[in-house]
């Protein structure tokens, strides 16, 4: 019996150490997030390097955003066909799929996409500065390492990801119109006038806003765990790994508390 209670003890001691640990590593975050945007808007205003993040962020992503895109569209076009086609309301699959996509999916799945490529890539960038004293060596020449280092990137990702995110409803659009009209032959005119009827621009707004979150918030991540990152290889490494984790997990949290803001502040 003691040692049941012992180890009942030891599992909450652990579990509200964890949550404990989880309150606190989210205010470190928030706290470096605001800081680095802060400095933003005081000289040295380093217009090229958020133009080299930008294109690192926008434009090194724009391949496996179209890809991850289309083939969403194609997909889910094909499933709402499979389940509209059984009452025979096969016209509403482009609204179907474009409400889906303007709302959840396009914003989800680019910010996870993102965070895969980018969030990991300045997490291990960063990371390895860090361990290899590279940033304590821009204190000491008196170069704010935030300002140069870490606003740059929140900037860009601020900005980019709603624009890739534009871009993959764009091409899920292209992906469901490409399954629904050649392949299974619905009428062209039903298909489009069903989106223009049923969407409204809230619909896309709501994704729009959902992305800038998510762009600050994946890359403010990537920094963080690159920035505080420590033991060597190793260490580089597990915040890699944390990074893409953390990222990937606030994405779909945030997705949730976004969608019940915006409910409650924009009722239909």
Do not use: H
């Amino acid at each position: 019996m003691k040692r049941a209670l012992d180890s009942l003890r030891a599992l909450v001691e652990r579990t509200g150490s964890a949550f404990l640990n989880g309150i606190e590593e989210t205010g470190k975050t928030t706290f470096f997030m605001a800081a680095a945007m802060v400095r933003l808007f005081r000289p040295p205003f380093r217009f090229r390097l958020i133009a080299q993040q930008a294109e690192f962020v926008g434009f090194g992503s724009l391949f496996i955003i179209i890809l991850t895109g289309t083939f969403t569209g194609a997909v889910f076009c094909l499933q709402t066909i499979k389940a509209l086609s059984r009452v025979g309301m096969e016209t509403l699959v482009g609204s179907s799929v474009m409400l889906a996509v303007s709302r959840e999916l396009g914003p989800v799945l680019t910010s996870l996409m993102v965070t895969g490529r980018v969030g990991s890539a300045m997490a291990t960038e960063l990371g390895t500065m860090r361990v290899s004293e590279q940033i304590d060596a821009m204190d000491v020449m008196a170069v704010d390492p935030v300002k140069y280092l870490i606003t740059p990137r929140l900037t860009a990702g601020l900005i980019m990801v709603p624009c890739l995110t534009i871009i993959f409803d764009l091409v899920a659009y292209v992906g469901a119109y490409i399954i629904a009209i050649p392949y299974f032959g619905i009428d062209e005119g039903a298909f489009m006038s069903r989106i223009e009827w049923y969407l409204d621009p809230y619909d896309y707004w709501q994704g729009f806003i959902k992305s800038i979150v998510f762009g600050l918030v994946l890359t403010t991540v990537g920094c963080y765990k690159g920035f505080n990152a420590s033991g060597g290889a190793r260490g580089v490494g597990n915040a890699t790994t944390q990074a893409v984790v953390i990222g990937s997990i606030a994405t779909f949290v945030l997705d949730y508390v976004l969608t019940a803001i915006l409910i409650a502040i924009f009722p239909e």
